[in-house]
Each structure stands twice: as C-alpha cells, then as structure tokens.
C-alpha cells in the first residue's frame, strides 16, 4: 500500500465566530520562517523508513488590508517501495474580518502533474459561498459558522489569552479540492516564556522572551462520526502568530519540524482615522 503525503498543509497552513475580534485583541507578526523536517522517532511509522524536507512559511498584511499567506513544503519519504517526493505550495489572501478568502493550492507527487485547488470565497447570507476553478469549476455554499485559516489561528491566540484550553471550530482553508472542511479540536496549553532548549531562531530578535502556548489540533471530517482524526498537529504558537516545535501526525508516520531560521517582514500599519 503506497504511502501518500496529504494534500492538506498544517501551519498555518497553517488556522471564532463569523465576526470579527475586537481592533488590536490579536496582533499577527508579518514574517518569514522556515522549518526543517525529519521523521519524529517517537512514534512508530508504517512503511515509512526516513523522511526529510523543508517548509518555508510567510505571512504578510494587516487586518485592515487582510493577510496574505505563502507556504511551500517539500518532502522526501523513503518508503519500502521507494521514494516518495512531494512538492507543496499554497498561496491565499484573507479578508481581515474573515468576510472573504482567496486560494490556490498545488500539489506535486515525484515531479508529475500537480494537483489542484483555486477559487474565492465570500460571506453571504450566513453562508460561506465558494466558487471554485480548480479542479473543476463549481459553486459550493457551506452553512454554520466556518472559520478560515487567519481567523483559526487568531481565535487560537484568543482563547490561549484568555486561559481557555479548548477550542471547537470547523474550518475550511480550500484545499484538497475547494469543497472540503474539517471539525477540528484545539487543546491549549498555559504559556510558558522559559527558553531552555529552545532554538536559536526562537530565542532571538522578536520571539524573545514572548510567551508562547503549546496547541493540538484535531482534525476530522465534518460531520462525520469517528473519534480518531484524520491527522493532528502539534506546535508551539508564540503570542504573535509564530509557530515553532513542529509536529505533523498523519496517523502512518509523523513529521518534526524544527525552526532553522526567523526573519520579521516589515510591518504594515492600518490608517489612522
């Protein structure tokens, strides 16, 4: 049975209720970051005997001029019937009051021809309305309260602030194929600023000395009946949006991804009125 490496990206991919938070209850930092993977040893893997690779992550904006995420992640896998390569990049723009999304997602198995997901999303009428061009061009009208990536990950930071250790909440990002959301389920840690065995990257510039929340997020499929997830992430998010000690669980095997690097991007001020 081949191994394959899920579509889905977890980062922030990367991560409330429909409104928006309260102006300057979470401060996102405009970064660059990029995170080395192996295999995590600690747990066992099936059928996977080494992997290695690298995500790049960057987020930039505001949450007056939205935020916009690029994130590739490529990864090699030596399974018992060869190698496995797989060439991720997603590229999405959020609307900062979570009112509209833009994404594409590709997805490249040993170099052929790329999967993918394109298309916008808007709020309407108590329901998120996506129009999809690829992989096929459709209109998918998703009800109830579904939260997008930035608006996952800043209702992540809200509840860790507010000493909330749970946090339910589906969430539709676009990929694999613009019709897909998930039911997932945060557990948040207390903050924790003490730096032993941190990374260099981390303890440095900016990321010193901030507080920052070990998360879990669950992911199942929506609607659905089973209690085991589809996958799970783990890391630790610090109190500005980064995101360090990496753990990628697709069930088979798991991923670390550790932080090799940390660069701010300048940031963009809202106008004053």
Same mark, same amino acid.
């Given at each position: ?38 295999? *995590? &040893? ?47 990049? %997603?590229? %999405? ?80 990002? &676009?990929?694999?194929? &613009?019709?897909?959301?998930? *039911?997932?389920? %945060?557990?948040?840690?207390? &903050? ?56 990628? *669980? ?24």
């Amino acid at each position: 049975m081949p191994v394959r490496v899920p579509f889905r990206v977890a980062l922030a991919s990367a991560f409330l209720l429909c409104a928006a938070l309260p102006a300057g209850a979470v401060q996102l930092a405009p970064h660059r970051a990029t995170y080395a993977l192996s295999l *995590d &040893g600690s747990e066992p893997a099936k059928r996977v005997d080494a992997a290695k690779g690298q995500i790049v992550y960057e987020l930039r904006g505001n949450s007056c001029a939205g935020y916009s995420v690029q994130l590739r992640q490529n990864t090699d896998l030596d399974t018992q019937g060869g190698r496995l390569s797989s060439a991720i990049s %997603t590229a %999405t723009w959020e609307d900062g009051s979570g009112s509209a999304y833009r994404f594409r997602v590709t997805n490249a198995v040993n170099g052929e021809v790329p999967e993918e997901a394109d298309g916008v999303a808007e709020r309407k009428g108590g329901k998120l309305v996506v129009k999809a061009t690829e992989p096929e061009e459709a209109t998918i009208q998703i009800p109830g309260n579904v939260l997008l990536p930035t608006q996952h990950v800043m209702e992540i930071l809200s509840a860790a602030t507010r000493g909330d250790p749970i946090l339910q909440a589906a969430v539709y990002d &676009g990929s694999p194929d &613009g019709r897909k959301v998930y *039911d997932t389920l %945060t557990v948040i840690g207390k &903050g924790l600023t003490d730096e032993s065995g941190l990374e260099a990257a981390a303890k440095s510039g900016e990321l010193a000395g901030r507080t920052r929340y070990p998360v879990t997020i669950s992911y199942y499929e929506h609607g659905g009946k089973s209690q085991t997830p589809d996958y799970i992430i783990s890391f630790d998010l610090f109190d500005n949006g980064v995101s360090r000690a990496l753990k990628l *669980d697709y069930g088979d095997f798991a991923l670390r991804g550790t932080l090799t690097s940390y660069e701010a991007l300048p940031r963009e001020e809202c106008p004053k009125n």
